[in-house]
């Protein structure tokens, strides 16, 4: 086997890997928000299926490690797909903050005003401002990893032509934050939040895993 059809079976594993870990962790929040009590997708948020009151936390966390590793793997394919060692190592960094944000729990869904972790939450636990304050390092390095993508599928031979759609993807995941840090989407937190996290975690995986045009 030569050397450049090893590299390329080793793209296609990680790229693989990667798509497995993120579609586990989508797979896992939509079948653990249909079993847990009170919970509404479109008010509260991922994070909080893994809160400490979450009957069904063990799984959800289990879904957070899975698309931490498949970040990582994700990262992995992107180096060796083109060559793009910043956009790799934001990757790799972003499976890291993943599973950080997955084992500091949320107390509750902040969404209910009943919940100590509402608003200011000047009784929150110390690991849900972990949680917070991780999670928002996570959503802008994969904003600024979907901007260094843009030049990575530029300048690679036969992706070309994803650069139109690179740049779609950076402006809204950058737009989309700074609405969600600014205003906030209130009672449709939840709705908002599912193809945020699609486009942001998505995005990566996609370009790991497409083909070149000849």
Not at 33 to 61: E, K, Q
Not at 136 to 152: E, K, N, P, Q
Not at 155 to 181: D, E, K, N
Request: net charge positive.
């Amino acid at each position: 086997m030569s050397t450049t059809t090893l590299t390329r079976a080793r793209t296609g594993t990680a790229a693989k890997l990667g798509i497995a870990g993120i579609a586990t962790f989508f797979t896992t929040s939509i079948a653990v928000a249909a079993v847990t009590p009170g919970y509404r997708s479109t008010r509260d948020a991922i994070s909080a299926l893994a809160a400490m009151d979450s009957p069904y936390a063990y799984v959800m966390i289990g879904g957070f490690l899975a698309a931490a590793a498949g970040l990582v793997a994700t990262g992995i394919a992107v180096r060796q797909r083109y060559g793009a060692r910043l956009a790799a190592v934001l990757l790799i960094v972003s499976g890291a903050l993943m599973a950080t944000a997955g084992l500091a729990r949320q107390d509750c869904s902040e969404a209910l005003e009943s919940c100590i972790d509402h608003g200011e939450a000047p009784l929150a636990s110390t690991h849900f401002w972990v949680h917070q304050y991780v999670s928002l390092a996570l959503f802008l390095t994969l904003v600024v990893t979907s901007f260094v993508l843009i030049r990575a599928v530029r300048r690679t031979p036969g992706f070309g032509y994803l650069t139109g759609p690179a740049r779609i993807v950076a402006w809204t995941g950058l737009v989309v934050t700074v609405l969600a840090m600014t205003i906030g989407f209130g009672a449709v937190n939840g709705l908002v939040q599912r193809p945020y996290l699609a486009l942001l975690f998505g995005w990566p995986t996609l370009l790991a895993a497409i083909a070149p045009r000849r």
